[in-house]
C-alpha cells in the first residue's frame, strides 16, 4: 500500500542534542511538508519541498534543519537551538496538480529528557 | 494574512445528535478548503474538499458547502457516531492553481460523542 512513513513514534531528546526525524513516502508525491502540532494551536508549517535538492521555509523554521536528497525522503532535524521541541511532528506530501490534499503520515512525539 | 478560525471545542454530543463545527476563512484570490480529521495518536486525514464556490464536500456522512459570500466551510453530520470521537481541522490552501502546499490550518475542535 501506498502511504507516508515516520519514524520513529516517539524519541527523547537530551538537552543539547541533535535529533533527526524520519519521511519517507511511496506515493511518488513531489511535495513534501513538516509541521509542529501543539495542543491548542493546530499545526504550524516547519519547512517544505516541492523538488529534489530544493526547499523552503515554513512559518516556523528557527532551530530546524531538512533535506531532500531523495524524492522519497525528507528527514527533519531538531536541533540545540530550538528551545521548545517537545511537539508532535507530522510529516505530508502530496502531488503539484491542483487541489490535490496533502497526505499524512501518523506522526513522531518527541520529549526532551 | 490566511487564517482559519473554528468554533472551539471541545464538543460533547450524544449519539445520534445532529453535528456542526464552524468554520470561517480569511484569504486572498479563491482558496481551496478541506476538512481533516484527527484519532488520537494518529496523523491527519482528509475528510472532505471543496475547490470552488457552491461546492459541498462529502463523505461519510460528513459535508461541508463552501460559502465565499459568508467566506465559511461549516461541517455538518446528521447522525453522529460514537466512532467519530476526533480532532476536526478546517484549512484552506493559498495556492489552488499550483498544488496545496501551503495549507492554513484552524486550531482544530475536539468532537467527543457518549453513547
Not at chain 1, 92 to 111: E, K, V, W
Not at chain 2, 22 to 28: I, R
Not at chain 2, 78 to 106: H, I, M
Request: proline share 4%; hydrophobic share 30%.
Amino acid at each position: 500500500d501506498g502511504g507516508i512513513t515516520q519514524s520513529p513514534k516517539y524519541l527523547f531528546r537530551k538537552e543539547g542534542q541533535n535529533v533527526t526525524l524520519s519521511c519517507e513516502q511511496n506515493l511518488n508525491h513531489d511535495a513534501m511538508y513538516w509541521y509542529r502540532q501543539d495542543p491548542g494551536q493546530g499545526l504550524r508549517l516547519i519547512y517544505y519541498s516541492q523538488i529534489v535538492n530544493d526547499f523552503q521555509k515554513g512559518d516556523i523554521a528557527e532551530g530546524y534543519s531538512v533535506s531532500r536528497e531523495k524524492k522519497e525522503s525528507f528527514p527533519l532535524t531538531v536541533t540545540s537551538a530550538q528551545k521548545n521541541p517537545t511537539a508532535f511532528y507530522l510529516c505530508a506530501s502530496s502531488n503539484l496538480i491542483n487541489n490535490q490534499p496533502q497526505h499524512f503520515g501518523d506522526g513522531t512525539r518527541l520529549s526532551i529528557l | 494574512g490566511n487564517s482559519v478560525t473554528q468554533m472551539e471545542g471541545p464538543v460533547t454530543l450524544s449519539e445520534e445528535a445532529f453535528l456542526t463545527i464552524n468554520c470561517t476563512y480569511t484569504a486572498t484570490g479563491y482558496p481551496s478548503l478541506f476538512w481533516y480529521v484527527q484519532y488520537p495518536g494518529e496523523g491527519l486525514q482528509l475528510l472532505l474538499k471543496a475547490t470552488k464556490a457552491d461546492d459541498k464536500g462529502s463523505n461519510k456522512g460528513f459535508e461541508a458547502t463552501y460559502r465565499k459570500e459568508t467566506t465559511s466551510f461549516h461541517l455538518e453530520k446528521g447522525s453522529v457516531q460514537v466512532s467519530d470521537s476526533a480532532v476536526y481541522f478546517c484549512a484552506l490552501s493559498d495556492q489552488p492553481g499550483a498544488g496545496s502546499y501551503q495549507l492554513t490550518f484552524g486550531k482544530g475542535t475536539k468532537l467527543s460523542v457518549i453513547p
